[in-house]
């Protein structure tokens, strides 16, 4: 299967590449860094229309990743500003860019990397006891309940793409994911240990508890996301539709694993809840 992947360079892209076999997926691999991977590897822009289009000729599979932040410090999961902004701008116009030309191309199918932020409202009015394992949860059938402009962006590419799917006829998959880290940082400690190695916070502090709590209920593990995009990759059936992009995780709010497993036969096989220390501390 030809595959090509937009921000490939990063953590979500690195852990489809790392977890997915090169033997079974032929990876055009594009981003706006210098990058190595199994496949080609391609430098362009999501902004820049003509300069992507080549590259989505002949794919079976278009999985868009990438995001672009500029140097606009607002575009993050934790504002609430409801203005304008340079970052908005340009990743919805990526957005668009990478439809079009899959749709242009004839692409099979094309999965977007959404965000628990898409419904992230649901924490912020919850937090911390949706860490705990309380009755909150988002389920499949959770309405857009963008908590930021980050969250109205990948609000906007679930619904771009249900028109790609349903005016244009390609399948359509947008991958609600959690919390998904870089390999060293892949565990539900992942985020407290990263802020203790930079000094925010002690490790028997309560922030970096309620680190972990956050990452043991969001956490992907990165061969669980890889697992994901590969069930959907393989799948056949889906007209348009999304998947929260979770581990197995006992105190999980994102909660449709169940349709997950039903739909495209997601089995994630990692669980925040059995890790009780970070690794260098597991006996």
Same mark, same amino acid.
């Given at each position: 299967?030809d ?25 055009t ?5 210098a990058?190595?991977?199994p ?6 822009d999501?902004r ?9 000729e ?11 932040? =500029? ?51 649901? +924490? ?12 909150v949860?988002?389920?499949?059938? =959770?309405?857009?309940?963008p908590?930021?402009?980050y ?14 799917? =349903? ?14 880290r ?12 990263r802020? $203790? =190695?930079?000094?925010? $916070?002690e490790?028997?502090?309560s ?11 969001l ?8 697992h ?6 393989r799948d ?17 709010w ?13 089995e ?6 059995? $890790?009780?220390?970070?690794? +260098?501390?597991?006996g």
């Amino acid at each position: 299967m030809d595959v090509l992947v937009t921000g490939a360079a990063g953590r979500v892209g690195t852990a489809i590449t790392d977890h997915l076999s090169a033997d079974q997926y032929d990876f055009t691999l594009l981003d706006v860094v210098a990058h190595d991977g199994p496949g080609e590897t391609v430098e362009a822009d999501v902004r820049e229309y003509e300069a992507i289009r080549p590259y989505f000729e002949g794919q079976d599979a278009v999985v868009h990743l990438a995001l672009i932040r =500029e140097a606009d410090d607002a575009f993050r999961g934790d504002d609430r500003g409801l203005g304008w902004s340079d970052s908005l701008q340009s990743n919805l116009r990526g957005i668009n860019n990478v439809y079009q030309a899959a749709v242009d191309a004839g692409v099979d199918s094309l999965l977007f990397a959404s965000s628990n932020h898409v419904v992230g409202m649901v +924490e912020v009015q919850n937090a911390p006891a949706v860490y705990h394992g309380t009755d909150v949860v988002a389920g499949h059938d =959770e309405p857009h309940r963008p908590d930021s402009r980050y969250g109205l962006s990948k609000a906007y590419g679930e619904d771009l793409g249900r028109l790609a799917a =349903e005016a244009h006829g390609i399948r359509f998959y947008a991958l609600r994911i959690g919390a998904v880290r870089s390999s060293r940082f892949d565990h539900p400690y992942g985020d407290a240990e990263r802020g $203790w =190695e930079a000094g925010r $916070w002690e490790r028997d502090s309560s922030a970096y508890a309620e680190q972990v709590a956050r990452m043991k209920a969001l956490w992907q593990s990165r061969r669980d996301l890889a697992h994901l995009v590969e069930c959907c990759l393989r799948d056949d059936t889906v007209d348009w539709d999304h998947f929260y992009g979770v581990s197995a995780n006992d105190r999980r709010w994102l909660d449709d694993l169940a349709y997950a497993r039903e739909t495209i036969g997601y089995e994630p096989r990692d669980d925040g809840g059995e $890790w009780t220390a970070p690794p +260098e501390s597991r006996g």
